[in-house]
């Protein structure tokens, strides 16, 4: 379709667009934070979206999870994710994947990514596929939520912010006690989506090696560095 980039085009090149239609990003998690994510990518279009996710839907996503809907509970995230961006904008590849990312699986379904999207919600599969990322040379997008609050990264290979953040926290972190609300996935998924592009289209400042720490509802917005903590 012609003018389907039209509105991205005083901000994207005709180049850029292109360049974006020759990419391929890993999106590991399909719920709250990943199914906004693939939808933001898939209509910036970025070529290649292969979406990682072996749980389904249930009830308690339909308050924040953008691919959730009564008609699809109990079904694979990872299929409703390809489902919905073939009807939005069938020029963008999605790749349904409906296992958990595992140490057996991490480096297949890292071959050939220019970009990873954390949208997990385990540290135990954060450090994994960070840890998998970096021995492919590959940069991480890391985002997570808790309530109110959010915080967003960019981890090159090498760098131990994940590490140091999530090193001693075992299974899920403070959400299972905050909660997660929607509009906090939404903005965070939309600094990940951000981050994405500026790495795909090589432009733009990246802040390496720190992370930006924001507060909805007081409006608390912070970067705190970890580049010195190695």
Partial sequence: MQDRYERNREAITP???????????????????????????????VGYITVVDGDVFQPSNLNRQLLSSMENLGR?????????????????????VSEYLTAENA????????????????????????????????????GAIAGWCARIAVIFPGDPTLNLLYGGEPGQGLERVTGNLSFTAAC??????????????????????ATLELDLLTGAVEWLDWSGDH
Avoid: W
């Avoid at 180049?15 to 933001?40: D, M, N, P, S």
């Avoid at 694979?76 to 963008?92: D, L």
């Avoid at 890292?110 to 040379?137: I, M, N, P, S, T």
């Fill in 188 to 209: 965070t998924a939309s600094f990940q989506a951000a981050e994405t592009l500026k790495l795909l289209l090589g432009r733009g400042r990246v802040r390496r090696g």
């Fill in 76 to 96: 694979s995230k990872a299929e409703a994710a390809a489902e919905r961006m073939a009807a939005i904008n069938p020029e963008v590849q999605v790749i349904p």
């Fill in 15 to 45: 180049g850029e667009q292109q360049l974006l239609a020759e990419k391929h990003v890993l999106v590991v998690g399909c719920g709250g934070l990943g199914g906004y994510i693939i939808e933001t990518l898939g209509r910036l279009g």
């Fill in 107 to 142: 480096a297949a379904l890292l071959r050939g990514q220019d970009a990873v999207v954390d949208a997990l919600d385990r540290a135990q599969a954060r450090l994994l596929l960070a840890e998998h990322a970096a021995r492919a040379g590959i940069p991480v997008v890391h």
